[in-house]
Structures are given as structure tokens and as C-alpha cells.
């Protein structure tokens, strides 16, 4: 049963050493719009033959309570954002797996004891 415990305690390991550095982390999901300026005359946004301004780049973040917060996203920082989201898409998977491998510990520790 102790070589059960060293195993798991070596899975987890494994995966911690996995995680992405969590300086890097932004959550939330990149999206591409067109935006409409509304302004007259405006050749990209005129009745019947502007599709709008863009597409532009926005994080959509949801705060809770129902909050979502969008940010613009400059073109030259879309790799950074897509990168930075892909950590924390990661790390989440990881922590479930961490999370799982923990409730076995617990298992295997409970019935050590008996």
C-alpha cells in the first residue's frame, strides 16, 4: 500500500511540474469582431456596403455576478494573449488532475490507517 502512496505522490508531482508560470495566466476567450463607428459618411460603415471597421481583436472576460468585460486587443499582442490564455486554459486541467490524484491519496491514506 506505501508503494501506492509513492506513486501517487510521484503522478503529482509529474503534473505539478507541468504548470505554466501563473504570472502568465489570462482567462477568458479572444474573439474577432467588425465594429461600426455609426459616424456619417464613413466608407466602412455606410448603409448596404459597410461590413464596419475591422475585424478587431477583444478579450471577453466574465467577472461573475453576470459581469462580462471585453478589452481590446492590439493586433501585435494577439500571439502574447493566445499564449497567455492557452496557460490558463492548462493550468485548469492540470489542478482537476492534481485535484483527482489528491482524492486518491486520501483513499489510499484512509485505508492505511485501518
Do not use: W, Y
Amino acid at each position: 500500500m506505501k508503494d501506492t502512496t509513492a506513486q501517487l505522490i510521484a503522478a503529482r508531482e509529474k503534473l505539478v511540474q507541468q504548470m505554466p508560470d501563473p504570472s502568465t495566466l489570462l482567462p477568458g476567450s479572444l474573439l474577432s469582431r467588425m465594429v461600426r463607428c455609426n459616424k456619417p459618411g464613413c466608407r466602412f460603415c455606410g448603409k448596404d456596403k459597410g461590413k464596419g471597421h475591422g475585424p478587431i481583436l477583444i478579450l471577453s472576460v466574465s467577472l461573475g455576478d453576470r459581469q462580462v468585460r471585453q478589452i481590446p486587443v492590439p493586433g501585435e499582442m494577439k500571439k502574447e494573449v493566445e499564449n497567455s490564455l492557452r496557460a490558463f486554459a492548462q493550468t485548469q486541467k492540470l489542478l482537476k488532475q492534481i485535484a483527482g490524484v489528491n482524492l486518491e491519496l486520501l483513499k489510499e491514506r484512509k485505508r492505511q490507517r485501518r
